[in-house]
């Protein structure tokens, strides 16, 4: 059983920042183009119902859920067609750092995170370069509704996850990448409320890091990289110590 790690709850205040400015509306906005593209509806793509739940667990307004899906409803040719991409290399301190994107560009988008990678103390990496680092996971983030510890892991044992980190209120259940729509469904199944659902990749092996001078380099490097207008996460072999 592991807790949540301090630069978890930094991640987590940069979050609500990037909301304020519109980075999260834009991002949810790129997803559910990209997920309900085949079918835009909710009640037959699984995948664009969860798209829309996770939307709303960022606070997206209602009304801008609809008017995407009257888009995609539109069927507008023209409309710009997103794809994820995954870049990889090494930030300040020799730090292994992939970096995912939602983009209908690929020309304009990886040399804007090339150039933050190299201005910022770090070193942009070829395909494979570190990925390896990483394990691609699933992550469900549920509410605990009053059940205790012991009483949750077990059922998220049950459906098959890997990992379980409880907090006071929501705990996060961890998994393989393959396996996140079923363990998903298990959960909803067995009555525990989701939050939100992602895939997210995490270091198999992450740097502790204790020294106030390089946290600070790190944190600039990654906030200078999630202020590329395409990228979506950033993520980091590095744990603060």
Known sequence: MSGHSKW????HKKAITDAKRGKV???????????GRSDPNPETNASL?????????????????????KKLSGADKNASQFSEV??????????????????D????????????????????????????????????????GGKPEDELFEMVVEVGANDFLYGEDESEVITDFSALAKVRSALETAGIEIVKSEPQYRAKDPKIIAE???????????????????VDEVFGAFEMG
């Open 105 to 144: 560009n690929q020309n304009r988008t990886l040399p804007e995170v090339r150039t933050a990678f190299t201005k910022n103390g770090g070193n942009f990496g070829s395909s494979g370069s570190v990925r390896f680092l990483f394990d691609h996971v699933g992550i469900v983030l549920i509410r605990n």
């Open 212 to 230: 106030k001078d390089i946290l600070e380099k790190l944190e600039k490097f990654v906030e200078s990289v999630e202020d590329v207008d395409d």
């Open 8 to 11: 978890h709850s930094i991640r």
């Open 25 to 35: 509306l834009t991002k949810h906005s790129k997803i559910l183009s990209v997920v």
């Open 86 to 103: 995954v870049y990889e290399g090494f930030g300040p301190e020799g730090i292994a750092f992939l970096v995912t994107a939602l983009t």
């Open 49 to 69: 119902r969860v798209a829309i739940q996770n939307a709303k667990a960022d606070n997206v307004p209602n009304d801008n859920i609809d008017r995407i899906l």
